[in-house]
């Protein structure tokens, strides 16, 4: 199989940190250019604009487009017009209404789109998503709880309308869930808090059901110091399920039934050539959704400002 | 063709000015029963749950909920599940994921499901598309200001979490942008005003755009008194278009070129009819979700308090 050209677009803390190391690391692809306002990547060529770079290097591919999500569409039909096969960091979009027009655009030029949700890749969601199929779950706790001053330092993008604050993270958590539930969710309360000075949620709480009437309680919050939290914790007829550290680490009934070393962008990677492989294209926006359905229904509470 | 027999679920002011009147003059249907927890249909069978209806007449092929939005997948589901046809009152639902678990259950069941738009039925929106089909627009405007005291007195649901505010009425326009143009489009940018003693917007302003750049403005506003306004505008090549009172007059270029009497009821179940008699379903979620996107990427704003 020949390689594919890809490109990356957005050069910040995200691709350092994880995409590089997992296109380094993976035969399918050679890396022949890089987008960005201020970053740049060693070793090949760095243009200003994803514009100039598909006009100056016809042989790319695939691009990656790792930029804040505010600014990920016009580059994306740039891209998909252009006939290049395009990945998207999450979220996939400000809108959910903007990645429907992008899918319909992927399949209008026969080239594939792929929303990726690194989390569902966390090693330990398929074995939780196995468990769960078996049993019945009497009720369901998502905790994602993290100090933004470390994970986020500085990112002033994701406080602004758009960046949707600790959704940002929690996101993740709900790409996890809608995974592993065979039932859909969808909110039926929430209550999101707004520092008084900040335009995105710096806490949310969340109260989801399903059909058969499952009780699912999701907490984000970013104003935790010391220990950090990703859980998600089932009560199951089988016993109670933990799916921890983000969804590296499986317990059922006390006994640790999975845990890997995390693989999640070597993962994604490898999904999205076979996707262009194989000529399709991967969009599930249901984690988008849940988010967007939290702000739509969720009552708002002011709460003090926060400072960086 | 066999007469439909329907039942009518939520028996309020929307019910009594409009759908049993277009029931009425429809040939098509048999109004067997009604359940409200309130609100009775003088002349046929009245409960008070959707469950104790679907059993105690199981003649029901069809049923329109039109209770407040917060309440509607219950009660659908159990009418789908049962076999039944479902007409969906607009906005179809609190949050998109619930409508897309109806849409499925709907496929599943092998019943019609009809998320209703009243207002892409108004009787210049068809000529309105026609017309922007043939030219190019320059800048489109949209000004939906009502009086919420006059046109929703004391519906307290309207202001809770879920019951959308002033975008009740603006989902309506956005219903009828989303059929009137040929190209998506999506908010980029908006603006909810909150009461401080409210959980929903008396006033938003939208800015929307599509991969072409147009320019779309929207700016809903329930504090307006005297005249009403339901207009779209568009500077357009071929010039100025006014689509006004609702959809229901087209002007071009000064030129009134379409005006008949509104009769959006009787062609919502019309339309109803056709699905159930081709066995197909029509949920487009397109209004809902420009809805769920304005207030995720929205900025928002407490204006002063409002008391009905």
């Not at 306002?37 to 514009?51: A, H, K």
């Not at 009497?138 to 709880?145: I, L, S």
């Not at 983000?246 to 990677?269: C, F, I, N, R, S």
Request: glycine share 8%; hydrophobic share 45%; net charge negative.
């Amino acid at each position: 199989m020949s390689t594919i050209n890809l490109a990356i677009v957005g050069v910040g803390k995200i691709v350092r940190d994880q995409h590089l190391p997992a296109v380094a690391g993976n035969a399918d692809y050679r890396l022949v250019a890089a987008a960005s306002r201020n970053g740049r990547v060693e070793g090949i060529d760095n243009f200003g604009t994803i514009g100039d770079m598909l006009q100056a290097v016809p042989s790319i591919q695939a691009v990656s487009l790792c930029m804040p999500p505010q600014y990920r569409y016009a580059a994306a039909v740039q891209a998909l017009e252009a006939g290049k096969h395009v990945f998207l960091e999450k979220p996939p979009g400000a809108t959910l209404s903007e990645v429907e027009d992008l899918a319909a655009r992927a399949a209008a030029n026969d080239v594939s789109l792929f929303a990726s949700w690194h989390s569902r890749y966390a090693p330990a969601v398929e074995a939780a998503r196995t468990f769960l199929a078996g049993t019945r779950i009497r009720a369901m706790r998502v905790a994602w709880k993290e100090d933004v001053r470390q994970w986020h330092p500085g990112q002033d993008w994701i406080w602004q309308p758009g960046g949707l604050g600790v959704f940002d993270p929690g996101i993740n958590a709900l790409s996890i869930v809608s995974r592993i539930l065979s039932q859909p969710v969808f909110a039926t309360e929430a209550t999101l808090e707004f520092p008084e000075n900040r335009d995105a949620p710096i806490a949310a709480l969340i109260r989801f059901t399903d059909a058969t009437g499952l009780d699912l309680l999701a907490e984000f919050d970013w104003r935790q110091t010391g220990p950090q939290n990703w859980d998600i914790e089932a009560e199951t007829e089988a016993g109670p399920m933990r799916l921890s550290e983000g969804g590296a680490k499986l317990t059922v009934d006390g006994q640790l039934l999975h845990a890997e070393p995390e693989q999640e962008y070597p993962m994604l990677y490898r999904r999205f050539a076979e996707l262009i492989r194989a000529g399709r294209s991967d969009v599930d926006l249901a984690p988008l959704r849940h988010v967007a359905d939290a702000f739509m229904l969720g009552r708002r509470k002011v709460v003090e400002a926060f400072h960086d």
